[in-house]
């Protein structure tokens, strides 16, 4: 994945007039890559939304677009000033720009994956399964299904992206299908958290609360055997020392 970003530092000084007149100015810092090599510091004054006067650090020296405009670049380009502003780059933007790097944008957090039955198959109707993916970021994620290793195209019903608002994302993607006996159905996640994407197997076709009572029903049956297996031996044993005894 090419991560191309164009990232904005805005710094906004706001002064209004009581008649309504707004003068304001911004500074932006522009870099398309991490490693910070081509950081653009750009700092514009604004009268009621028109930009009259520009620094571009790659240009070096302030730019008027207005009468007043050019006149204040004569002023501010001849000033020992321009020492300072062109220090910005690196005291403001590149500075900043390493913190968002390290603390956001490089940030990667692993999703949660969990497989569920939705619904079982019955009665001519197909059976769903959800494949939902927690907790991870950025957001941009690939969940799909595959069957018997094959890339399921038509029967994936839908998919729900959702933000957690706390920086995490969540995903939920549903597979109407029908089973049939020897095929495997898996969900793959694929995340820019991990080098390649994740495959997870769906291990059965019972749903979590059916695969519980098919647990302690399996228990009961095994203790049912131990206890009639014991039971026999013990009356065995009993009937088998009652011979011992002479009559
Ligand atoms: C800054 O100046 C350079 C060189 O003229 C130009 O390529 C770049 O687009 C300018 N940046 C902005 C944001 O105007």
């Known amino acids: 994945m090419i991560l191309t970003l164009q990232l904005l530092l805005a710094l906004s000084l706001t002064v209004r007039t009581a008649d309504g ?6 500074t932006d810092c522009f870099t398309t890559s991490s490693d910070l090599t081509d950081v653009e510091y750009i700092d514009t004054y604004y009268f009621n939304k028109d ?4 620094f571009n650090s790659t240009v070096g020296k302030w730019v008027g677009f207005t009468e007043h405009g050019v006149k204040c670049a004569e ?19 590149k500075f900043n720009l390493n913190i968002n790097f390290c603390d956001v944008l490089e940030k990667t957090v692993k999703p ?3 497989l569920v039955a939705e619904k079982q198959a019955s ?6 399964l959800m494949c939902s ?5 950025p957001p941009a994620i690939d969940v799909y299904w595959l069957k018997d290793g094959q890339k399921v195209t038509g029967d994936v019903t839908s998919i729900e ?24 159905i898996s969900c793959v996640v694929d995340h820019i958290s991990s080098k390649e994407p994740i495959i997870y197997d769906w291990d059965g076709f019972l749903p979590a609360s059916e695969k519980n009572k098919f647990a302690i029903g399996t228990s009961g049956l095994v203790l049912g055997i131990i206890l009639t297996a014991a039971g026999f031996l013990y009356y ?3 009937s088998s020392g009652r011979n011992l005894v002479p009559s």
């Open 133 to 137: 993916a927690y907790d991870f970021y």
């Open 161 to 184: 992206e959702m933000a957690d608002g706390d920086w995490y994302y969540q995903i939920h993607s549903h597979l109407e299908y029908m089973p049939t006996s020897g095929e495997k």
């Open 21 to 26: 007149y707004d003068h304001y100015r911004i």
């Open 75 to 93: 002023h501010w380009n001849d000033d020992l000033d321009l020492q300072q502003i062109r220090a910005e780059v690196d005291r403001y933007c």
């Open 123 to 128: 009665g001519g109707h197909p059976a769903m």
């Open 51 to 54: 930009p009259y006067i520009q």
């Open 112 to 114: 949660r994956v969990k």
């Open 236 to 238: 065995k044993k009993k």
